[in-house]
């Protein structure tokens, strides 16, 4: 079975550009999770969605930054326009509603010069 | 609202001695606690999960937790390390209500030889 995928990998941008991730669920998972990892601030929960619906936004950090799920295999994180303070490994994990058990993607790293 | 405590950074430990990590939590409610472990450039995968029932869980790779109510701990052990087991280990805490997963620090072990 595929696990959580995750695109790109890598991705250096300058400061003011738009950046897009994207995430694909294992199949069959009903909730989406977006983190970010920092060494200063360790894992920090974004967004979640349960059935494609999101269900808690306050971790986004400020309007920059939005996340959607227009259907139940695919989810973008899109940072419009980046700085320099993005910079981070973003990951997803998915779920099933009840498990609560996540699995997690392997990440994107993204430097914003 | 919930927190979790991990309360080593880091932990040196010498191939094939015990080992044991630490993580406090507080929360208003009842709770599901996991540990997940993160390998280099990795996402992190479960090792353990404390849903109900026994209080001592084991999981995978040897390691075993003892969830403590009373001290509000969930400490992860294992009784002989192996340098494979270096990597980083992340405690965390789930109201039984939601599905919001709150994350600890991490504990960086470190397997020397």
């Known amino acids: 079975d595929a696990g959580v995928i995750q695109s790109p990998r890598h991705e250096v941008t300058e400061m003011g550009q738009e950046v897009t991730l994207r995430c694909k669920p294992i199949?069959?998972?009903?909730?989406l999770f977006w983190y970010r990892q920092t060494m200063m601030r360790g894992l920090e929960l974004l967004i979640y969605?349960?059935?494609?619906?999101?269900?808690?936004d306050s971790g986004m950090p400020e309007d920059r930054f939005s996340a959607k799920m227009p259907n139940a295999s695919f989810s973008t994180l899109k940072i419009q326009p980046s700085e320099p303070r993005d910079s981070a490994v973003y990951f997803c994990?998915?779920?099933?509603?009840?498990?609560?058990?996540?699995?997690f993607g392997p990440g994107t790293r993204l430097t914003v010069t | 609202a919930q927190s979790v405590t991990q309360l080593d950074s880091q932990v040196p430990v010498f191939e094939e001695a015990p080992v044991e990590l630490r993580c406090n939590y507080s929360?208003?409610?009842?709770?599901?606690l996991f540990w997940y472990v993160q390998y280099p450039n990795q996402g992190l995968q479960l090792l353990l999960k404390?849903?109900?029932?026994?209080?001592l869980v084991k999981g995978i790779n040897g390691f075993e937790a003892e969830f403590n109510k009373s001290q509000t701990s969930f400490h992860l052990r294992k009784p002989s390390v192996h340098i494979s087991d270096t990597a980083e280990y992340f405690c965390?805490?789930?109201?039984?209500?939601?599905?919001?997963?709150?994350f600890g620090a991490g504990t960086r072990l470190f397997v020397k030889a």
């Open positions: 929360s208003s409610v009842s709770v599901y």
């Open positions: 404390y849903l109900s029932g026994s209080t």
């Open positions: 994990a998915s779920s099933l509603l009840n498990s609560y058990e996540q699995y």
């Open positions: 965390a805490v789930m109201g039984t209500g939601g599905f919001k997963t709150i």
């Open positions: 199949s069959g998972h009903n909730s």
């Open positions: 969605f349960n059935n494609n619906v999101p269900i808690d």
